[in-house]
């Protein structure tokens, strides 16, 4: 008897080890997030608000619930890794899931390589002795060892370092909170609703800086083939940790945003060395707190961050292989480790060389920031039109509020904000994608245009779940 979880029904066999418990995938997703994420970019994203930096974190969690409940909704349809390549190849239509998986691409690959270098950035001023480059082999190479070791390691290490990092938001929340009780600071609103600045173009260009530290949430749909629950596991998880780090990044953001020294001087210069948290937090508690943020926030995004997110980039490259839109040699899965070997060391090689060029330049983290924020939300648009053209038109659902309205408004958000996004990562974006077309071209060409594996039993497997 197949179960919802059987890989055979759809053409795939169970290669990946089912290892993942509920606590494993909550830890995970807050892992990938970063529960301390907003520290590295809170100046630019107050700047960007006009000093709303609290309601662009909340409006990026409504944004993204609707996106989370989409997911929710495709994977339990397809509950296999790939996340939306398969959505859509599966749910639209295979030509569609490859320009999915093209634009995720944008997202899961050059992750790692920014993670790496901001945290790499952040220890050499912290430690100049050692050099940018040495830091990120470092940290590169520890993360793919581990990760090549097995999915079980790589879920006890989270587990650690997620621990490490809510201590040290715990120590400032309550520090911060302190002084402010004692006067340090101005308690205010403002960083929720500022009537001089307000306007809704800016905070969606705010929030489309912000939602870099959202990522992350979409990520624990990679480990569907690897959850003991399977599908409605791996759903309940993105929505709990979605919400769970939402509340934390408002709450950092918020009581950040009392204690800045200078507000009009951040609004009109912006966070030129990237440290207005840390000066936040000196006010706080003095130059220890300001040392512990930094130096947190650098280990976080250069370790267990950098570690989760090569996981997921891997999983992606792992599913898009295996169905022949990537190179075959992407697909092989080590027997011993059931991991998938050779997506994992190149996702490790990518990173370091795309770390070691954006070092050299000036703009490297803004640029590659925008870049990955941009195909995040295509990717999410593509999969809200996904959950409507696979459950509404083709399975003929009646749950129009599931299957229209709650993707419908989450498409609809997110489209304002890719509007309201950085232009160069626009231009980049198309680019990137009108390249996508060209590859995609290229496989019609050459006779191996997408198809994936067990199309015929996916529709079948569709109309089975509609009915449940």
């Known amino acids: 008897m197949t179960t919802s979880n059987d890989l055979t029904r759809y053409g795939y066999r169970q290669e990946l080890s089912r290892q993942l418990r509920s606590r494993d995938l909550v830890a995970y997703g807050l892992v990938y997030m970063v529960p301390i994420a907003p520290m590295a970019i809170f100046g630019s994203v107050y700047a960007g608000s006009g000093g709303m930096v609290a309601l662009a974190y909340a409006v990026g969690v409504v944004a993204l619930v609707f996106t989370a409940f989409s997911y929710a909704q495709m994977v339990k349809a397809f509950p296999m890794s790939g996340s939306v390549y398969n959505y859509a190849g599966r749910g639209i239509s295979p030509p569609l899931g490859f320009l999915a998986g093209w634009v995720i691409l944008l997202d899961y690959v050059l992750v790692p390589g920014l993670l790496y270098l901001v945290a790499s950035v952040a220890m050499h001023s912290t430690v100049p002795a050692v050099p940018v480059w040495l830091w990120l082999l470092g940290f590169v190479a520890v993360n793919t060892i581990i990760n090549s070791v097995g999915i ?60 870099l530290s959202f990522l992350g949430f979409d990520g624990i749909s990679m480990l569907a083939e690897e959850a003991k629950g399977g599908s409605r596991q791996v759903g309940r998880a993105m929505a709990g940790v979605l919400i769970l780090a939402g509340v934390l990044f408002i709450a950092q953001t918020w009581l950040a945003a009392m204690l800045v020294t200078a507000p009009d001087a951040l609004l009109a210069e912006g966070d030129v060395n990237g440290t207005a948290f840390y000066d936040a937090a000196a006010v706080a508690g003095g130059g220890w707190l300001a040392t512990l943020c930094a130096v947190a926030t650098a280990i976080a995004w250069g370790l267990p961050n950098s570690m989760v997110a090569q996981v997921a980039t891997s999983r992606l490259l792992y599913a898009m292989a295996r169905d022949r839109q990537l190179p075959a040699f992407l697909a092989k899965v080590s027997v011993r480790r059931s991991v998938p070997i050779n997506a994992t060391l190149l996702t490790g090689a990518v990173s370091l060389a795309l770390g070691l060029y954006l070092a050299t330049r000036a703009d490297g983290i803004t640029l590659l920031s925008s870049l990955i924020n941009f195909g995040a939300m295509v990717a999410f648009l593509v999969l809200h039109v996904s959950v409507v053209v696979h459950h509404l038109i083709r399975q003929r659902s009646g749950n129009w509020w599931a299957h229209l309205v709650m993707p419908g408004i989450g498409f609809a958000i997110l489209a304002y904000v890719v509007v309201n996004a950085n232009i160069a990562a626009q231009r980049l974006g198309l680019a990137w994608l009108a390249l996508g077309v060209l590859v995609l071209a290229g496989l019609y060409l050459t006779g191996r245009r997408p198809v994936l594996s067990g199309m015929a039993a996916t529709e079948a497997a569709g109309r089975d779940m509609a009915r449940v």
């Open 152 to 211: 079980r390691l790589t879920a006890m290490v989270t587990r650690v370092m997620l621990v490490g990092e809510l201590i040290v938001l715990a120590v400032f929340l309550a520090v911060a909170g302190w002084a402010l009780a004692s006067g340090k600071g101005r308690f205010s609103w403002d960083a929720f609703y500022n009537s001089d600045t307000f306007t809704w173009s800016l905070v969606a260009g705010a929030v489309s800086i912000a939602v």
